[in-house]
C-alpha cells in the first residue's frame, strides 16, 4: 500500500471485549452446563445476556443460543487444544504481528474442523453474523452497531484520517465526513478464512470499492498458494517509501498498451510485502491502465507539451528542458493529488525516451 492509517480508540471496541471475555473466561473453561453464572465476571455482559433471554427478538435469542451452543462445545474439547487456541486466538486477533511476522502462525476455521468440525461449526455460524444486518450487535444493549457506532466510529476515524485517497491503491478517492456516504470497512484478513476477529477494528480498514470489492475480496493477504507471507500493515506506525519505476516499450504515446509498459514497484527489504499487495489488490495492471487511459496517462503527457506552448506564447518561455524539468517536480511534490505517485515516473520516463521532443517520432 502507498500508506498506512492512522488507528483511533473508540467505543466500538467494547465489542471486542466482549468477545475476549467469552472466550478466555467462559468458553475455555467449560465445564457442564451453561448458564448465566458463567459471565458473573462482565456484569454488563450478563445482565445482556439474561435481558436477551427475556426477549422473542430473533438477535437476542441467536446471541444467546450462540453463546450456549458454543460452550457446549468447547466442553468437549480436550485440554491441549484448549491451550493451544488460547494462543491461535491471540495470534489471530494480533493483526499487525501476523502481516509482519512469518513465525506467527493464524488458525483458519478449516483447521479447527479438522479437529472438532461441531464446533467449527457454532464458531462459524456466530462469528459470521456479528457483522452486517443480522448481527446481534445492532440490538440498543449493543449500543446499534451499523446505525449508531460505526457512524461514529468512522467519523472520528476519518477526521483523524483526511487524505481522501484510498491507502491501498492511491487510485480512488475515499469519502470523507463532507459527504453522506462513507466506505465499506474491509476485513483485512478475511472473516471467512479467519475465525475470532470480525469485528477488532485492528482488522477492519476502510476501502475504496474497486480494491475491496473488485480486487480483493476474499483473498488472503499472509497466506498465497499455502505459503506463509508477509504482508503491509495497514495501521503500521512506519511505513516504507514505495518506488515505481516504469520502462516504455513503445514510442507511440496515443496508443499505449499494458505490453507496452513494465512496471517495477519496489520497497528496499519489503520484497513480499509488496508482491502480497500486488497480488491481492491488482495493482500492476490498474497502474498500467492509468497510464494507457487517454484522459490519465496520455493527457498527463500531452498537458506538458500543450503547456509548453502557452507559456511560449504568455511568458515567453523557451527553454523546454526547464520547463519539463519543472512539470516532473510539480507532479511528484504530492504523491497522492492526482495520481503524482504514477504521474511522475510516467513524466519522467517519456523524458528519458526522448518523447517530449517536438521531433520525436513519437510526439503526438
Not at 484520517?161 to 476485513?187: L, M, Q, W
Not at 492526482?338 to 525516451?353: A, I, T, V, W, Y
Amino acid at each position: 500500500m502507498l500508506f498506512t492509517y492512522r488507528y483511533i480508540s473508540h467505543d466500538i471496541e467494547k465489542l471486542q471485549e466482549y468477545l475476549d471475555f467469552l472466550f478466555y473466561e467462559v468458553w475455555l473453561n467449560a465445564n457442564g452446563e451453561f448458564d448465566a453464572e458463567k459471565l458473573n465476571g462482565n456484569p454488563e455482559l450478563r445482565q445482556i445476556y439474561i435481558d436477551f433471554g427475556n426477549s422473542e427478538g430473533k438477535w437476542a435469542m441467536f446471541f444467546n443460543s450462540s453463546i450456549e451452543k458454543i460452550y457446549s462445545e468447547f466442553a468437549k474439547v480436550d485440554e491441549d487444544f484448549k491451550a493451544e487456541l488460547r494462543t491461535l486466538y491471540e495470534a489471530n486477533n494480533d493483526v499487525e504481528s501476523l502481516c509482519c511476522d512469518k513465525s506467527r502462525i493464524p488458525v483458519t476455521y478449516d483447521e479447527i474442523k479438522a479437529r472438532y468440525p461441531d464446533l467449527e461449526k457454532e464458531l462459524r455460524a456466530f462469528y459470521s453474523k456479528l457483522c452486517g444486518t443480522e448481527s446481534p450487535f445492532n440490538l440498543e444493549a449493543f449500543g446499534q452497531l451499523n446505525k449508531k457506532m460505526i457512524p461514529s466510529h468512522y467519523e472520528a476515524f476519518m477526521t483523524e484520517n483526511e487524505d481522501g485517497v484510498c491507502p491501498f491503491c492511491g487510485i480512488s478517492k475515499i469519502d470523507g465526513n463532507n459527504v453522506s456516504t462513507r466506505e465499506a470497512y474491509d476485513h483485512y484478513l478475511p472473516k471467512s478464512i479467519y475465525p475470532f476477529n470480525p469485528v477488532n477494528f485492528k482488522n477492519l480498514a476502510p476501502m475504496c470499492d474497486k480494491c475491496n470489492s473488485r480486487n480483493k475480496g476474499t483473498k488472503d493477504p499472509i497466506i498465497f498458494q499455502n505459503i506463509r507471507q508477509l504482508s503491509f500493515y495497514p495501521y503500521a506506525q512506519t511505513h516504507p517509501e514505495i518506488d515505481i519505476r516504469l520502462d516504455l516499450k513503445s514510442k507511440n504515446i496515443k496508443h499505449l498498451k499494458f505490453e507496452d509498459i513494465d512496471l517495477v514497484i519496489s520497497s528496499e527489504g519489503h520484497d513480499e510485502e509488496i508482491e502480497s499487495w500486488k497480488r491481492v489488490f491488482g495493482i500492476e495492471n490498474r497502474y498500467k491502465a492509468l497510464c494507457c487511459d487517454k484522459n490519465e496517462g496520455i493527457e498527463w503527457f500531452n498537458t506538458v507539451i500543450d503547456g509548453f506552448e502557452n507559456a511560449k506564447e504568455l511568458c515567453g518561455i523557451t527553454d523546454f528542458d526547464r520547463w519539463v524539468d519543472m512539470k516532473l517536480r510539480d507532479a511528484g511534490r504530492n504523491k497522492l493529488s492526482n495520481f503524482g505517485f504514477l504521474k511522475e515516473p510516467f513524466l519522467r520516463e517519456c523524458m528519458s525516451k526522448g518523447l517530449f521532443s517536438p521531433y520525436s517520432e513519437g510526439a503526438p
